[in-house]
């Protein structure tokens, strides 16, 4: 099975979105993970939902697969990076933009919906913040459920939810239901996670709805070109293969964006010859 390789827009902000999804599908991506912002299908724009439909038909005519990312940095507050989160002392405006990040997805078809926890407010105590943070994913898993729309949570590092045995315990927190999935980014797997990025792929396995792919470096939280950090990336698509996961695997590098055509035609070129690796590594196993 052929991996789907996707790329971010989040890593085109300094294009038009048609531009870039024009450029993405160009280059040989079959999907795309659009980030929701004031530049890029802006959730409260007053013309919304005329051009999610215009958005929707353009997906279909190049042939990409969507998923709905929602970490604009600024927003929902010009102010306050990622702000407000669940965990805030108000964090309604969070809750609505995630509902319409559902809506949306829902119109678009998307595969899922990705979000995180965000950051723990400074002197919150840890229980106070996880509380919240559960009734708020509680609020938007509803509305998820309704739509028939996944959810696909990520850790985050230096965020109250940053590794996989803490997506566990929320998930368990939540009930484990069946439309709260797991979006991982590889990256983050190097950085922070006891086992190898390829051991994480096949332990969450079953719930995986979602990859976000980047290389980067032990302790490190930033997202580098590929070839770059420490990420074994055969070793990662051959598991995503073994496991038969068949969502997107979409270039995550939000900084980017000021050689997007180049670098996202340098990624996939990158990630084709690593899964010709994967494939070659597995028919040498007896």
Avoid at 270 to 280: S, Y
Wanted: aromatic content about 8%.
């Amino acid at each position: 099975m052929s991996l789907r390789f996707g790329y971010g827009t989040n890593g085109f902000s300094n294009h038009r979105l048609d531009d870039a999804l024009t450029v993405i599908a160009g280059l040989g991506y079959t999907g795309v993970a659009l980030t929701l912002d004031h530049h890029h299908l802006d959730p409260y724009d007053s013309n919304l939902w005329r051009h999610v439909r215009a958005l929707g038909q353009r997906l279909q005519e190049l042939g990409l697969g969507v998923v709905i990312e929602t970490g604009a940095r600024f927003l929902l507050d010009p102010w306050h990076k990622h702000a407000p989160t669940l965990q805030d002392d108000e964090p309604e405006a969070r809750v609505d933009f995630l509902r319409r990040a559902v809506r949306i997805g829902a119109d678009l078809g998307a595969e899922a919906v990705s979000f995180w926890a965000g950051v723990r407010p400074p002197g919150l105590p840890p229980d106070v913040a996880w509380r919240r943070l559960v009734t708020g994913c509680a609020e938007v898993l509803a509305a998820a459920e309704g739509a028939e729309m996944m959810l696909g949570f990520e850790p985050e590092p230096g965020m109250l939810v940053e590794s996989i045995t803490d997506w566990e315990r929320l998930r368990a927190d939540l009930g484990a239901p069946v439309h709260f999935g797991l979006t991982l980014d590889i990256g983050h797997c190097r950085c922070l996670e006891p086992w190898p990025a390829d051991e994480c792929v096949r332990r969450v396995a079953g719930q995986l709805v979602n990859v976000q792919i980047d290389d980067m470096r032990r302790g490190v939280h930033e997202h580098l070109e590929f070839g770059t950090g420490e990420v074994d990336f055969p070793a990662v698509l051959r598991a995503l293969t073994e496991t038969d996961y068949g969502g997107l695997v979409a270039v995550e590098l939000p900084r980017h964006s000021h050689a997007a055509p180049a670098v996202a035609r340098d990624s996939l070129a990158f990630l084709r010859a690593a899964e010709a690796q994967a494939l070659d590594r597995f028919q040498e196993v007896p």
